[in-house]
């Protein structure tokens, strides 16, 4: 059939294992293809597409939930994008949040070991600070 790829063919298109388009199909944010009259997998551009636009959306940090969310927005052209924006903002909530943990385990990091003095593990001030939380400055980067 001319027009189809393989899904050796999908995975270097999508720069990712054949592994994660197998459990793409299983969870339902790919399409299943059509099959060979030797049992192999069929897919066509409009998978590829899709691939594509779910390694993207992976790559931005979106989550599977969220990109199963748009791809279900997406099957209505007529439909509004407010939903779409609106899960966008929340993703951009989340990563900056995230950046905020980032930066604060940064600063913490820098101090304790500008304030090892690299002598013996018995006096090691990263030790000491990872041993009892209340020696750190910031609270953010606290467990989940």
Same mark, same amino acid.
């Given at each position: #059939?001319?027009?189809?790829? %393989?899904?050796? *063919?999908? !995975?270097?298109?999508?720069n990712?294992?054949? *592994?994660? $388009?197998?459990?793409? +199909?299983?969870?339902?944010?790919?399409?299943?293809? /059509? &099959?060979?009259?030797?049992? /192999?997998?069929?897919?066509? +551009? +409009?998978? &590829?597409?899709?691939?594509? @636009?779910?390694?993207? %959306?992976?790559?931005?940090? @979106?989550?599977?939930? /969220?990109?199963? *969310? $748009?791809?279900?927005?997406?099957?209505?052209?007529?439909?509004? =994008?407010? +939903?779409?924006? *609106?899960? !966008?903002r929340?993703?951009? #909530?989340e990563?900056?949040?995230?950046?905020?943990?980032?930066?604060? #385990?940064?600063?913490?990091?820098?101090?304790?070991?500008?304030? =090892?003095?690299?002598?013996?593990?018995?006096?090691?001030?990263? $030790?000491?600070?990872?041993?009892?939380?209340?020696? =750190?400055?910031?609270?953010?980067? /606290?467990?989940?």
């Amino acid at each position: #059939m001319s027009g189809t790829f %393989s899904i050796g *063919q999908m !995975a270097k298109a999508g720069n990712c294992k054949v *592994q994660t $388009i197998r459990y793409y +199909e299983e969870i339902g944010l790919l399409p299943k293809p /059509q &099959r060979s009259g030797g049992n /192999q997998r069929l897919y066509l +551009e +409009e998978h &590829r597409d899709r691939l594509s @636009f779910i390694r993207h %959306s992976r790559e931005l940090g @979106f989550s599977l939930d /969220q990109i199963r *969310q $748009i791809l279900d927005l997406t099957d209505d052209p007529t439909h509004s =994008c407010a +939903e779409v924006d *609106q899960i !966008a903002r929340v993703h951009l #909530m989340e990563v900056e949040s995230k950046i905020k943990r980032l930066q604060s #385990m940064r600063k913490e990091l820098k101090r304790m070991i500008s304030q =090892c003095a690299g002598d013996k593990v018995a006096d090691c001030r990263i $030790i000491k600070v990872l041993s009892d939380h209340a020696l =750190c400055l910031a609270d953010e980067h /606290q467990r989940d």
